[in-house]
């Protein structure tokens, strides 16, 4: 049932987007085939830029003024290691148990050594990071992509990632134990600060570049999937990424 209810959260998110309109593809762009709901999908991605240069990016910068860079390096790593347990989980799911060891390696590593994840002591001696979610999971299993989509606040997607973001959102344990509204709110709001100031100058070099900064965002975020899914199968060849996807 609380499946189901994420679910119709991000539909109605979906809805929320069309509010804003449909916008015309620009003169001398191509159509791309994995992106049918083109227009649609522009609409909802000039939502979420208006959101994000009027809201979040604005409370970013009062963020990296008001906190110093160690002390945001210490979120960002503390939410890092809780992210490895996940991935670790999902490693396993893709039939990777090396990666997942790896992966719980890095969460004993720095839980123990970097005063409980704050500290990142695991990549310098020599554990990398992975980064994996139901999406790529799926993936791995054979499902295929669907179409491009755009989610109002969650951003590039596709339908198969769609359902993977719910099954997230699900899974996020850290929703299960903390049952103080206010605490869950409190810490939800900042990892979602924590993440955009990951990439806080990326925007503002997409935005100064000759670019049709949709067609780049699509196209990265199609690639990389495809990539980060075809490390995972053992039938395939893994592709080379041109290109990095720096909104995530």
Known sequence: MLLLAKLKRIVLLVMVGTMVGCASIPAGVQPSPHDPWEPFNRSV???????????????????????????????????????????????????????????????????????????????????????????????????????????????PSSVRDTFGTVADLESDYLFSYIKDIGLRNSITGLR?????????EAGDLLDGAAIDKYSF????????????????????EPLMPVYENPYE
């Open 45 to 155: 991605f000039e939502f979420n830029e208006g959101l994000d240069a009027y809201l979040l990016k604005p409370v970013v910068a009062g963020y990296r003024f008001v906190l110093p860079e160690f002390v945001r390096d210490g979120i960002y790593n503390f939410f890092s290691n809780y992210s490895d347990i996940y991935t670790a989980l999902q490693n396993l799911l893709q039939g990777k148990p090396d990666y997942a060891f790896s992966d719980l390696m890095r969460v004993v590593v720095n839980t123990t050594f970097g005063l409980g994840g704050l500290i990142d002591m695991a990549t310098p001696g020599g554990l990398p990071k992975h980064k994996e979610d139901w999406g790529q999971t799926f993936g791995v299993w054979g499902v295929p992509s669907g179409p491009y989509v755009v989610l109002p606040f969650f951003g």
């Open 217 to 236: 965002m699509r196209d990265a975020y199609i690639q990389r999937r495809e990539y980060q899914i075809n490390e995972g199968r053992e039938d395939r």
């Open 192 to 200: 979602v600060v924590n993440a955009r100031n990951t990439y806080y």
